[in-house]
């Protein structure tokens, strides 16, 4: 690392006592690259042991990478915490400005300890975090009127992130998300909650330092091949075209597009909700994150009569992407595209993960029609596919919990089923709610065995379409496969690059990039630092209690028949207990 590189220095921040410090830490950056890997030492040293998700132990710890703010699409933030939804690793990464806006500051990584008495929002400018006081913030219905709000008070425009909970953080929904720039988000495992148990609403981050390389003909050189590689390629233009919501139609064709809580694989509303209808009737515009060319982010403009008042409309801006088209679309049986985009719109305000949101529904519909669960208990709701309107009224009871059952709900799927009973058809793996992929075996393995139980771990869902669809494969080969994906991503989450670009951030070029960044490591030592941040991971997990001897399979995953035929509870089981086996040699290793 280069000696005056900020990216070693630790911002210390304890709410209990309102203070502050920071610590110059060049030995975790140098071990572990940053991102992942210095936030997953990080969450060893400072998460007890057993300690409550929703308690004051249990820290955030923000990261970034030594990439960051030098190179295109190196534009992610990533947030460890204890996961308040599963009970052991919480990690979730987010664009935007936040990046960005920490580097600028002066800083690798945030640590956030204990819990304040009163609600508080922190700003953080050149070297100094003020506590500021969030009363009049904490219970506002929006968290885009939070956002507002603090932009208004605080200097940095264009330059700093604004991270912000809504009232189901406040609420301590376990899947609550963290929205950053009004589009963006920390949206997965709960670190909403986690900012809402220690009555933080807000973190306000801005600065203007600037960032050395060893070589600036040779850091220019590269950044044109990696900037040339991205707008060139064929991958990038459909995410810049379409967005991820290009996925759609393919998956809906394939069969592999999860419907009415995976009860069939196919959705007759697809096209509606498709990536191509959404930006034909409704796209607004489209926008990037810091430093990245691409601009996959896709708003839609939804253009709304007032009530009584001819020619007067009012016109909301929604961000949608492939998975919340799934969650809240086919899966719910929503192929009206307004209706759609008013439920996501309801969701975003709140400030909950779109993704579990849709998936607890579907399971709280299902366990409705089947008599799992009574009309007296959500409240006279008569939840049914396609009713958007009745869905809007759920998540507003969800967030609120006027009773146990809309309080089961704040917990998950997986809390829900295990206290009405539904779990076949609770679709959860690790406690974490799928993802809207129902392509074959290797995406139900890569859920389970992947560190934060996400299709974005090993992207198993892929291999079935590249791989399995065409010929079987011993279980063992999909592991390993999924594993050597795993460990490789854990290099670009601590550079902290964006999945997108996995093409483009090759080993060769990581190892460039690294080199004018002071890093001497070759793509051999990458792959040997990625498969110790895996295995940290799962050190941690473990500790926590996690364990796949427990793990959960939902009978509705092979009732409904995937694109990939030989898929059966043998085959999955065969896999997990082949990498149980793996993970547990390795480490006695």
């Not at 009224?393 to 799927?413: C, H, M, W």
Request: net charge neutral; glycine share 10%; aromatic share 10%.
């Amino acid at each position: 690392m280069l000696e005056n590189d900020t990216l070693a220095n630790i911002l210390y921040i304890d709410l209990s006592t309102r203070r502050f410090w920071a610590e110059r830490r060049r030995e975790l950056f140098e071990g572990s690259i940053g991102g992942t890997g210095a936030a997953i030492k990080l969450l060893q040293e400072e998460c007890p042991t057993g300690c409550d998700p929703l308690g004051a132990g249990n820290p955030i710890i923000f990261a970034v990478g030594p990439l960051t703010a030098l190179y295109p699409l190196a534009s992610k933030t990533v947030a460890l915490f204890k996961s308040p939804l599963t009970g052991d690793l919480g990690e979730s990464h987010c664009g935007g400005r936040s990046a960005l806006a920490i580097r600028m500051a002066g800083y690798g990584a945030v640590v956030i300890r204990g819990k304040s008495e009163l609600p508080v929002y922190l700003s953080i400018h050149d070297g100094i975090v003020d506590f500021k006081d969030a009363s009049t913030l904490w219970g506002m219905s929006s968290s885009f009127t939070v956002g507002r709000v603090i932009r208004e008070k605080e200097s940095g425009a264009g330059v700093r992130t604004i991270m912000r909970i809504g009232r189901a953080g406040e609420k301590l929904v376990s899947y609550a998300s963290v929205m950053t720039e009004t589009y963006r988000h920390f949206g997965r495992l709960g670190l909403g909650a986690v900012f809402g148990s220690k009555k933080l609403k807000a973190v306000v981050v801005a600065g203007r330092n600037t960032f050395p390389v060893s070589d600036f003909k040779g850091y220019k050189q590269l950044y044109n091949e990696i900037y040339e590689a991205a707008v060139k390629s064929p991958v990038m233009k459909k995410y810049h075209d379409l967005g991820t919501a290009s996925n759609i139609m393919p998956l809906n064709l394939l069969g592999g597009l999860p419907t009415r809580n995976l009860t069939l694989s196919s959705f007759d509303g697809a096209e509606r909700i498709s990536g191509e209808g959404l930006a034909e009737n409704y796209l607004g515009r489209r926008l990037a994150c810091a430093h990245c060319p691409v601009a996959c982010i896709h708003i839609a403009a939804l253009r709304e009569p007032y009530e009584e008042e001819p020619y007067f409309y009012k016109t909301s801006m929604i961000s949608y992407d492939y998975e919340p088209i799934f969650a809240l679309g086919s899966m719910l049986g929503i192929g009206d595209a307004e209706g759609f985009l008013k439920l996501m719109d309801r969701i975003e305000k709140w400030g909950m993960d779109v993704m579990s949101a849709g998936v607890i529904l579907a399971w709280a519909t299902e366990a409705l029609k089947r008599g799992v669960i009574s009309l007296d208990q959500t409240g006279g709701l008569e939840l049914d596919w396609g009713d958007y309107q009745t869905y809007m009224t759920a998540v507003d009871r969800i967030v609120e919990q006027p009773n146990d059952f809309y309080a089961d709900l704040a917990k998950g799927s997986h809390h829900a089923a295990a206290v009405y009973g539904g779990g076949d058809f609770a679709l959860a793996f690790g406690k974490n709610e799928m993802a809207g992929y129902h392509t074959g075996p290797a995406a139900y393995i890569g859920y389970s065995i992947g560190a934060r139980h996400s299709h974005l771990d090993n992207a198993g869902y892929s291999l079935d379409q590249k791989t399995l669809i065409k010929e079987e494969v011993p279980p063992e080969r999909v592991v390993d496969s999924l594993v050597e994906e795993e460990q490789w991503r854990q290099i670009l989450s601590s550079l902290a690059v964006c999945f997108f670009a996995r093409g483009i951030y090759t080993p060769e070029i990581v190892s460039t990039a690294l080199e004018l960044s002071g890093f001497k490591l070759s793509p051999e030592d990458l792959k040997r630092i990625g498969r110790e941040i895996y295995l940290d991971k799962f050190a941690f997990k473990r500790r926590e209690g996690f364990s796949l001897r427990e793990a959960h399979l939902p009978g509705r995953i092979f009732e409904t028949p995937a694109p990939v035929k030989f898929m059966n509870a043998g085959y999955i089981r065969a896999a997990l207990t082949y990498f149980e086996g793996l993970i547990s040699n390795v480490k006695k290793q």
